[in-house]
């Protein structure tokens, strides 16, 4: 899984995330997902950040409780599920 998204990151210059997000990003979606016959997962966006990229979750009583900027969260996670769908659009997530 690492070369196949090195390689479509090292050919496409405009993706602005990195590899090691993109890896905590798939593999927390498909740690989610047991089942081939759904086409959609529900997500505690919260919790996703906090795997994804902790330091952008804030710690509110000790306990995480929201995502610092969730914008820039909100345009990484479009970006990372574009990333995806073209790689799988490419043959890469056969």
Not at 20 to 30: D, G, M, P
Request: glycine share 6%.
């Amino acid at each position: 899984m690492q070369a196949k998204i090195g390689c479509l990151l090292d050919n496409n210059p405009h993706i602005k995330l990195t590899s090691l997000l993109l890896r905590k990003y798939y593999l927390y979606l498909n740690s989610l997902n047991g089942s081939t016959d759904n086409s959609y997962i529900f997500v505690d966006a919260v919790d996703l950040w906090k795997h994804v990229s902790p330091p952008e979750v804030k710690l509110v009583g000790g306990k995480y409780k929201c995502i610092a900027n969730w914008e820039t969260a909100k345009a990484k996670l479009k970006s990372a599920h574009r990333f995806f769908h073209e790689l799988k659009s490419s043959g890469g997530l056969n």
